[in-house]
């Protein structure tokens, strides 16, 4: 039986991490259009870079918390898959094997002029002059603003071939990635969603709503679903 899980950013606040819309948080200090599109790159790289180096520093700062370590938990028992909006490492670092990230990876870079040729970044720090092996600068490695995902037919099959989906931390309000919902491939596949938020979704498909944040509600549903496999 195939689980797939699809994450948001409530997964990687229950670490510390800070998302959009926290009110103190990192992003509070930055504007978008500073350092989350391709203008902002060409405009000002070295506030680009810079941005992402904090993120990335940040993001080795913390660790899984027991959400990803309850996803994690499944491979033990189904085959697993995990979506996440999210572009830090927290669902590798708790053992999920098999991650596609939509909007990005902060472990890596990649090429201004062939966005295919991508690389590892050892540490947070990204040099400003750090070039590519094709010559050219390189950038993060993030979907900005305005930019294509180039995941998300990929994501969309996945979706497709569950057997269960999951919801975890995640508003549903950024597009494309909120339209996931709709490649269930049929009306008797169950979705669950784990957010402390009442969430819009319009789906024909059973949908049971645990309204608890990620670190405690995911650990209890995926109790519950290795139970019944009891």
């Not at 520093?57 to 990803?68: F, T, Y």
């Not at 927290?90 to 090429?111: D, F, P, Y």
Request: proline share 5%; glycine share 4%.
């Amino acid at each position: 039986m195939k689980v797939v899980v699809f994450t948001g950013a409530g997964v990687s606040a229950d670490s510390g991490i800070s998302t959009f819309r926290d009110s103190d948080g990192l992003w509070a200090s930055y504007r978008i259009e500073d350092v989350c599109t391709p203008e902002a790159l060409l405009r000002d790289r070295a506030t680009v870079v810079e941005f992402y180096n904090i993120r990335r520093k940040e993001m080795l700062s913390k660790e899984p918390n027991p959400a990803h370590i309850a996803i994690a938990e499944l491979e033990k028992h189904f085959e697993v898959e995990v979506v996440t909006q999210n572009v830090d490492n927290l669902h590798e670092r708790a053992g999920s094997t098999r991650v596609t990230h939509l909007h990005g990876e902060l472990t890596k870079l990649r090429s201004t002029a062939n966005p295919n040729l991508i690389v590892d970044i050892d540490g947070w720090e990204q040099r400003l002059d750090a070039v590519a092996p094709d010559g050219s600068l390189l950038r993060p490695h993030i979907v900005f603003f305005g930019e294509a995902v180039p995941m998300f037919e990929r994501a969309a099959e996945i979706v497709s071939t569950a057997d269960i989906f999951i919801i975890v931390g995640t508003s549903l309000a950024v597009y494309p990635a909120a339209s996931l919902v709709q490649y269930v491939r049929n009306s008797n596949v169950p979705i669950y969603i784990v957010d402390p938020a009442a969430l819009n979704v319009r789906s024909r498909n059973p949908i049971t709503h645990i309204r608890e944040r990620a670190a405690v509600g995911v650990p209890q549903l995926v109790e519950q679903l290795i139970s019944s496999l009891k």
